[in-house]
């Protein structure tokens, strides 16, 4: 089975990426029975294919993740906004492994700053959002905040959807 590990795609940009729109991920399920809820249905139809995984499926386990989102409202100008989105994990030591967002307007960079104290930016420049996600491999802690700057054209609001993805050590 794939890991979310860096590797090339159609964009040219690093991370998890598939060439078509479906994105795999390998599940053994326990019953015959099970309920998914798929956000924006409408828009983001879910097919589900049972039988042996393929080869570059991703383990579900390795897709717990926290859910944020930030909203920028602009006034009568269009520009760049910036603001905050605040993770909260579960308790134990925690290790990110990997980020996903999507936007809505033309584009929004995120970045944060790591125990080492580097600091890591990442674009999306899509306004559908990327089919990427960006590997990471970084300690963590209960709360973790991540800055976005995102152009908002005038008399708009920009939101933006992102996914911190990770694991809890033992």
Not at 87 to 105: A, D, H, R
Not at 130 to 139: F, G, K, M
């Amino acid at each position: 089975m794939a890991t979310l590990k860096p590797i090339g795609n159609p964009s040219g940009a690093g991370g998890l990426a598939y060439k078509d729109p479906m994105f795999r991920v390998a599940y053994t399920f326990d019953s015959i029975s099970f309920y998914v809820t798929v956000p924006n249905a409408p828009s983001s139809p879910a097919i589900f294919y049972f039988g042996t995984p393929t080869a570059d499926s991703i383990a579900l386990e390795d897709l717990t993740g926290v859910v944020e989102s930030l909203s920028l409202t602009q006034g009568t100008t269009a520009g760049v906004m910036s603001g905050t989105m605040n993770f909260q994990f579960p308790e134990g030591k925690i290790l990110l492994t990997g980020y996903w967002s999507i936007v809505n307007q033309a584009y929004a960079i995120s970045s944060f700053q790591v125990a080492t104290g580097k600091n890591i930016s990442l674009m999306n420049a899509n306004k559908t959002g990327q089919d990427v996600i960006h590997p990471l491999e970084i300690e963590g802690s209960q709360s973790f905040s991540v800055s976005v700057s995102a152009y908002v054209p005038a008399s708009t609001t920009s939101t933006v959807y992102a996914v911190l993805y990770y694991k809890i050590l033992g």
